[in-house]
C-alpha cells in the first residue's frame, strides 16, 4: 500500500488544530485574503504569506510594518519580501494588489510571524523527523538544524540553508538542562503531531516538521511535510540514529535495501 502524502498545508492545519495538546503550538494560520492581511499585520507585525501547496519554501513571502529610521517623519509603508527581493508599498491594499496579481486565483494562506532565535544573525528552524517504527507506533527519531541563506526569509536546504546540529544552534540559549527539557518536549510533539495526522490519513508513515523557537523560547510548529528528506540526518555525529531512520524507511518501503535518499 502507497505511503499517504498530504498536499494542503490548509488541511494539515484543520486537522491538528482538532487536538487541544497540540493547539498551542500552532501559530494563527488563515486563508489569504486582503482583509485578514489586514487584521493580521495590526495584530502580529510580522506574517508569512505562502501557497497552501508546494514544498522547498517555493513562494514563501513575508509581510510587516517599515518605517524609514534616516526619515522619521515618512508615512510608515509596509514591506514585501521573498527570496532576496524586498519590495516597499505605501498601503496594505497596494501590496495586496502586486501580490494577488502574482498569486491569480491559487489558495495562500497567512501565518502569524515568528521571531526565531538566530544564529549568526541569521534565523534558524528545526527539522524533526518522525517515523513509523515496525512495531507501528511513531517514533522521533532525528532532529537537525536548518540555518537561512544571507538575507533570506526561508531556512529550506534548497533555498541556500545549510544544516547544522541544533546542538550547536541551541546551545548559546539553553543550559544543558534546559535543552534536554525542550528536546524531550519537541520528541512529544512529534509523536502527537503524527498520531493526531494519522487519525485522518490512516497511511501515513512519515512526517517532516518544521519548528520554530521564539525569542521567549516557545515551541511553534511551522509546517509539516509528508515527504520529509532522509539525506540531510546522515551528517549526525551519531551513525546509530541514521541507520535507525534508514531501516525504518525500508520497513514502511520508503527505501529498499541498498539504497537511500
Given at each position: ?230 539525506f540531510p540526518f546522515k551528517m ?26
Amino acid at each position: 500500500m502507497a505511503i499517504q502524502r498530504i498536499g494542503s498545508k490548509w488541511e494539515k492545519t484543520i486537522v491538528l488544530r482538532q487536538r487541544e495538546s497540540i493547539r498551542p503550538y500552532i501559530p494563527d494560520t488563515r486563508k489569504y485574503s486582503l482583509e485578514q492581511l489586514k487584521d493580521m499585520v495590526n495584530q502580529y507585525g510580522l506574517v508569512f504569506v505562502k501557497p497552501d501547496q508546494g514544498t522547498y519554501g517555493i513562494g514563501v513571502m513575508s509581510v510587516e510594518p517599515w518605517a524609514d529610521e534616516l526619515e522619521p517623519d515618512n508615512p510608515p509603508q509596509y514591506k514585501l519580501r521573498y527570496g532576496i527581493q524586498t519590495e516597499l508599498y505605501p498601503t496594505l491594499e497596494e501590496l495586496h494588489t502586486s501580490l494577488t496579481a502574482n498569486i491569480g486565483k491559487q489558495l495562500f494562506l497567512i501565518q502569524r510571524g515568528i521571531h526565531m532565535l538566530t544564529y549568526r544573525r541569521r534565523k534558524f528552524d528545526l527539522r524533526a523527523l518522525v517515523q513509523r517504527t515496525p512495531q507501528k507506533t511513531w517514533e522521533t527519531t532525528g532532529f537537525i538544524g536548518r540555518v537561512a541563506a544571507q538575507q533570506k526569509i526561508i531556512t529550506n536546504y534548497h533555498g541556500g540553508g545549510s544544516v547544522m546540529l541544533i546542538e550547536d544552534l541551541l546551545g548559546p540559549y539553553f543550559s544543558p538542562k534546559e535543552f534536554a527539557r525542550v528536546y524531550q518536549e519537541m520528541k512529544t510533539l512529534g509523536v502527537r503531531t503524527a498520531a493526531q495526522l494519522a487519525r485522518k490519513f490512516p497511511n501515513l508513515k512519515e512526517i517532516g516538521l518544521d519548528i520554530a523557537i521564539d525569542d521567549q523560547h516557545h515551541i511553534w510548529i511551522l509546517e509539516v511535510n509528508t515527504l520529509p528528506a532522509l539525506f540531510p540526518f546522515k551528517m549526525l555525529k551519531d551513525k546509530s540514529i541514521y541507520k535507525k531512520i534508514r531501516r525504518y524507511a525500508v520497513a514502511y518501503g520508503r527505501l529498499k535495501k541498498g539504497r537511500s535518499r
